[in-house]
């Protein structure tokens, strides 16, 4: 905790912290924090309405499911977005194919043209050849 709010929520802090202010001083600071405690009630409530709003659409949402004789836990069964991020929880992709190749060192190697570029094509790149040259 800041020193600060050590002073700010401590009575017995506080009252030592505000014996130096003048009376027109404290009024001034009095002020200050009713309206920052005024506008945080106001986001507070705003909050809380929306809150509501959304809980409120749900069960009508629901209601509806019910009237419908459908089961919500169906409904995201269903849906194009669940079923692709079932297919992703069961395995790996393929990995991509190789587009580039290139001998290094009289090694062949390959890059699937993702990723950093390779330092030896890189510097083949800035002798003067083009990508293109590698493509498989």
Known sequence: ???FLKVLLNIRSLRAALRELS???LQEAHEKIESIYLERAEQAEKKQ???AEHLNKLAEFQAMLAEAG???SELVQATPAAKAGKAV???KRAPRPAKYRY?????EKTWTGQGRTPKYLVQQMEQGRQLDEFLI
């Open 1 to 3: 905790m800041t020193e």
């Open 23 to 25: 009376l027109e001083q």
């Open 49 to 51: 309405v929306a809150q």
């Open 70 to 72: 459908i089961d919500p």
């Open 89 to 91: 929880r069961e395995g």
């Open 103 to 107: 001998v290094e060192n009289g090694e």
